[in-house]
């Protein structure tokens, strides 16, 4: 089993380049692909990136593609989302998640979720 709490969330000006961070406890960490996901108001969650166990392979949303990164530090049990060149529309809860599949964009695919971080961006 994993906890996660995912941190760096706020409030962005447009334009921003936020990094948001998430924090899995117990040993186990580096054995779970991670992925992040994203919830507007009144919108079904979607997968913004994965990553897998290693960190070699990563996996993103096509629409997000050049505009965030998704990294990982097992050593700090700890997996990363920068995030540039914000935009309002990216304003979301994100979440982060892990898995034993692999880091694909079903939500389905993965066992535990964090509480999630607010994003919001400012026009």
């Known amino acids: 089993q994993v906890q996660l709490v995912e941190s760096g969330g706020g409030l962005v000006q447009a334009g921003g380049s936020p990094r948001l961070s998430c924090v899995g406890s117990g040993r186990s960490f580096s054995t779970y692909h991670i992925g992040w996901f994203r919830q507007a108001p009144g919108k079904e969650r979607d997968f913004v990136a994965g990553?897998?166990?290693?960190?070699?392979?990563?996996n993103y949303a096509d629409s997000l593609k050049g505009r965030f990164t998704i990294s990982r530090d097992n050593a700090k049990n700890t997996v990363y989302l920068q995030m540039n060149s914000l935009k309002p529309e990216d304003t979301a809860v994100y979440y982060c998640?892990?898995?034993?599949?692999?880091?694909?964009?079903?939500?389905?695919?993965?066992?535990?979720w964090g509480q999630g971080t607010q994003v919001t961006v400012s026009s």
């Open positions: 998640a892990a898995g034993r599949y692999s880091p694909s964009g079903r939500p389905s695919d993965y066992d535990y």
């Open positions: 990553i897998s166990m290693s960190g070699e392979g990563t």
